[in-house]
């Protein structure tokens, strides 16, 4: 044998061994895809993102925008995103064919209004009117209540399945009025909408919570819980440097922060464990209230078919 075969053979040999000793390197997660909108409540994630408290608790996040809030629900049930922040009933309904874990409150979900064109000037005047809101939701809830007022009922009025985001534009047109929320209602109203009902706040049904899909929760625990420490660490970031955290927002939305409203009250984590619980302040809904709730809703028409296991599906378990 030729003496450059044989030290070929023995190099050949030795790499084959190092290669066996070697650990394999550790696998990195993909980065946890988080939906969010044009929403107040949602911003505390753009906060915690500039910030780099992400990578400080050892999480990788890729927030993903929806200009059209709905349009993330499928995403969700998809696997296309991991989670994100939508109201008790849109999760409810989700969750009929994905599993979903509710981890988190993110907000009071602000208010929610009716408005309408400029000749509606009261409730009663939607009679053989046509109202705009998402069919076969919770937020029909409001559009009933806004009808109560003028003493009419669902029968009175034609409903039209709409995005809240293009209800504004749709008034005189495709409808006489709609349920939406802000920043949407107030630039409606401030162009010569007129306000029917605003309903919400602190009692609201309707809260926005933080939710990702159960197997993600299942297989990644610790960064469900990296998140959140993030994410209420950001909280008090804008609660503490309200100016600040504006201009991050406003940054990365491409916008003055003029244009930013407050729309919601944001729960940091001692408030997050009162809701959960049975010791939420008295002015302030609890969180299986508020589920409970809007699944009787959807149960009564028809959306949903039978009452959910609420206490599995939120789950306060991963609260600093």
Known sequence: MKPYRIFSIFFLATLILSACGASAPETENPPLRVEYT????????????????????????EPTFYEVYSDALPALAAGTID???????????????????VVAVNDDGGFN???????IQT????????IGVPLGTT??????????EGGLTRGDVTFVDITVEDVPAALGNT????????PFASDAIEDGATLLLKSG?????????????????????????????????????RYSNPEEANQIIATALGISPSELSEDAYIFNAQENVALFSNESPADTVNLLEAFTTNANYLINNGSLGNQPNLIE????SFLP
């Open 38 to 61: 044009f929403w107040w409540g949602d911003h505390t994630m753009l906060v915690a993102q500039e910030l780099g408290l992400f990578e400080k608790h050892n999480v990788n996040v």
């Open 83 to 101: 989670g994100g922040f939508f109201g008790p009933g849109d999760v409810l309904l989700t969750n009929i064919n994905t599993d979903l874990k």
């Open 113 to 119: 209004y009716i408005i309408g064109s400029p000749e």
């Open 123 to 130: 409730p009663a005047d939607l009679r053989g009117k046509r």
């Open 139 to 148: 937020y029909e809830i409001f559009a009933i209540r806004a009808l109560e």
């Open 175 to 182: 409808i006489d009025a709609g349920y939406t929320w802000d």
């Open 201 to 237: 706040g602190s009692s609201t049904i309707t809260p926005d919570v933080l939710v990702f899909r159960a197997d993600v929760v299942q297989q990644r625990p610790d960064d469900i819980r990296a998140f959140l420490s993030a994410w209420f660490e950001a909280i008090e970031f």
């Open 313 to 316: 599906l939120l789950d306060a």
